[in-house]
């Protein structure tokens, strides 16, 4: 079985909105609806776990009823302190549900840009792997400073990838993982796969997609919103 993890606890303070970013308004629904309706749609993913605040798990259940989402959704999780914290939540509800030899797909609420087409890419390369994970390329020339104001070395951007979601587990495997750092290391952990490599899980890595950022800022929100106006209202 392959369960999707959808992270929706985040407040959005850098946006600066008077909401959760994940929760505001494009294109005549909340960013959130976007992952939901795109996991559901995808005839590989079986299950969709939610993580949100209390507070909002009424109002997302409404947009539900108006989504075509196929019954696919099997509940909440609350938010953590942090966001692997977060996940941890998510990995206990799901283990009431799911096998060990299960398929954790774990994905932002605020990336709404999924594609049918990464969530194939993902779910087909994880054959002979413990889990997989989108990167993109640096383009940029990359430096380490010691102490953020003077260049200590300069590192091989050949050798260094940006990481992205969603990113895929085995259940059994990733929910020790994460097991093992709780209670205090777990507040450290900054992106998903950390505990995983921490725990020595063997990771693939896959080509990423640019497409599928997140929304942190105000101008990734007005570029997610050109690109559904587009959508909606397309030239020629």
């Known amino acids: 079985m392959k369960i999707a993890l959808l992270l929706s606890g985040g407040?959005?303070?850098?946006?600066?909105?008077?909401l959760p970013k994940q929760y505001i308004e494009v294109g005549g629904k909340p960013v959130i609806s976007y992952s939901i309706e795109t996991l559901s749609a995808h005839e590989g993913i079986d299950k969709i776990q939610i993580v949100a605040e209390e507070k909002w798990q009424d109002q997302i259940q409404k947009w539900l009823a108006d989504a075509d989402v196929k019954?696919?959704?099997?509940?909440?999780?609350?938010?953590?302190?942090?966001?692997?914290?977060?996940?941890?939540?998510?990995?206990?509800?799901?283990?009431?549900?799911g096998a060990d030899e299960d398929v954790v797909f774990i994905h932002d609420a605020a990336r709404p840009l999924l594609s049918r087409q990464m969530i194939t890419r993902c779910l087909n390369s994880?054959?002979?792997?413990?889990g997989v994970i989108p990167v993109l390329p640096m383009k940029d020339t990359v430096y380490e400073s010691m102490d953020g104001k003077m260049i200590s070395?300069?590192?091989?951007?050949?050798?260094?990838?940006?990481?992205?979601?969603?990113?895929?587990?085995?259940l059994g495997k990733y929910y020790e993982a994460n097991r093992r750092l709780v209670p205090e290391r777990i507040l450290t952990i900054?992106?998903?796969?950390?505990?995983?490599?921490i725990a020595g899980m063997k990771m693939a890595m896959i080509r990423g997609?640019?497409?599928?950022?997140?929304?942190?800022?105000?101008?990734?929100?007005?570029?997610?919103?050109?690109?559904?106006?587009?959508?909606?209202?397309?030239?020629g």
Do not use: W
Not at 12 to 17: I, N
């Open 11 to 18: 407040t959005g303070t850098r946006l600066g909105a008077d």
């Open 71 to 97: 019954g696919k959704v099997q509940g909440f999780s609350l938010p953590g302190p942090n966001r692997q914290l977060s996940i941890y939540h998510g990995l206990e509800s799901i283990r009431e549900y």
């Open 126 to 130: 994880m054959e002979g792997y413990d």
């Open 153 to 170: 070395s300069l590192l091989d951007r050949s050798r260094i990838y940006a990481g992205q979601a969603p990113e895929l587990f085995r």
């Open 190 to 197: 900054n992106g998903s796969t950390e505990p995983a490599v």
């Open 209 to 235: 997609d640019e497409t599928n950022f997140k929304i942190t800022t105000k101008e990734d929100l007005e570029r997610f919103r050109s690109r559904i106006e587009k959508r909606v209202c397309p030239i």
